[in-house]
């Protein structure tokens, strides 16, 4: 163990995101070298700050859900260097010590934030200790004020647009990666036997619906659209509920009470093989988180974001629209289903616009680079 090279992860669970990147670096440098590498992922603001800030942490995801317009507004109005600055001196102030004693506990010989609240104290935390320091940017578009310290030895950003804005603000070392998805994304998947287990039927078009971390898309007026235009003949859906019970619940009664419907309706709770199920689907509606477009992309699969927070999820539908990788409607999400599967050279104009996004195996490119620091 004492010979091992020791790799802290920095992370918060704002959202599911920015730890799903997290596991993702984590799972390359132990399939590199499980040996070699001893990989600590922990929650900065959940488990190494102040009550305040770790209240601040917990109220993303409900404010998120009931009260959205409040986060957009704290998001735009930190968008800005000044206060910016001044928001993160109050991080500092209630972080920055919990956070260095993790430091001299765990001896790392490289840090990695994949958030960007933690990136500023943990930079000059590392910095004084001659530490290499690593950033690696979740956003797919924009890039929040937040993210910028000129203070890390390598910035890893997923596309030629966060590069040109992290050049903007004085970074150098920046390499480009797309944001890096578990390695069983990209492992030869037998369709054919995924279909018979869940019984879909290869001549129709599987829609894939997410319910999402935040609640924020749900799968009930959709279903019952579809039901009602009795479009069961060409579709059939796959509805991924997670951890929300009630969701499930409402659409297995939403079954039940139409059973001589056609449309054909697999409904899940949360599961671990997400991969598969993506294998076997045409069409995810979705909101826009990146982790999850990211892995629609490797999958091939079309994104509809029907719901998103402004912020930077709006930027990640912006860059689906940018791109002509998905479609971006709140509203008429039978015709945008309609409008991709009308015309098969449409949809897979859409899947090969998101596949050109995708890089093989990025999170194995990736911790090749930042073992470079410390060799």
């Not at 195996?361 to 073992?371: F, G, P, T, V, Y």
Request: proline residues 3%; positive net charge; glycine residues 4%.
């Amino acid at each position: 163990m004492k010979n091992k090279k020791k790799i802290l992860i920095l992370m918060s669970k704002t959202g599911n995101g920015h730890l799903s990147v997290a596991e993702s670096l984590k799972e390359a440098f132990e399939y590199t070298d499980k040996d070699k590498y001893e990989v600590k992922i922990v929650d900065g603001l959940q488990e190494y700050s102040s009550k305040l800030m770790k209240n601040i942490s917990k109220s993303y995801v409900p404010i998120v859900k009931y009260v959205p317009s409040l986060f957009t507004s704290g998001y735009y109005f930190t968008d800005n260097e000044i206060r910016q600055s001044l928001f993160l001196s109050l991080i500092r102030l209630h972080s920055k010590e919990k956070i260095t004693k993790l430091v001299d506990n765990f001896k790392p010989d490289l840090i990695i934030s994949v958030h960007p609240l933690l990136n500023h104290i943990t930079g000059e935390i590392a910095k004084s200790k001659n530490i290499p320091f690593v950033v690696y940017i979740t956003d797919m578009y924009h890039v929040h004020e937040s993210w910028f310290n000129r203070k890390a030895d390598l910035y890893l950003v997923s596309n030629k647009y966060i590069a040109k804005q992290c050049r903007m603000h004085g970074i150098k070392n920046i390499s480009i990666h797309p944001i890096p998805v578990k390695l069983k994304f990209f492992k030869d998947i037998d369709k054919d036997k995924i279909r018979k287990k869940y019984n879909i039927d290869k001549n129709k078009y599987t829609l894939l619906v997410t319910f999402g971390g935040g609640g924020t898309v749900s799968p009930i007026k959709l279903l019952k659209d579809l039901m009602k235009k009795n479009m069961g003949d060409r579709y059939q859906v796959i509805v991924i509920n997670g951890k929300n019970k009630k969701t499930y619940k409402d659409v297995e009664k939403l079954k039940e009470l139409n059973k001589k419907n056609s449309l054909k309706i697999v409904n899940l709770e949360f599961i671990d093989n997400m991969e598969e199920i993506m294998s076997i689907s045409d069409i995810s509606i979705c909101k826009a988180g990146s982790t999850t477009v990211q892995e629609l992309f490797t999958m091939s699969v079309v994104p509809i974001i029907v719901n998103y927070v402004r912020g930077q999820e709006k930027t990640c539908s912006d860059f689906v629209k940018l791109k002509r990788a998905g479609i971006v409607n709140k509203r008429k999400v039978i015709e945008s289903i309609e409008n991709i599967t009308k015309n098969p050279k449409r949809l897979d104009r859409y899947r090969k616009n998101g596949e050109r996004l995708v890089e093989k195996n990025s999170s194995l490119k990736a911790i090749n680079e930042m073992l470079q620091l410390i060799k």
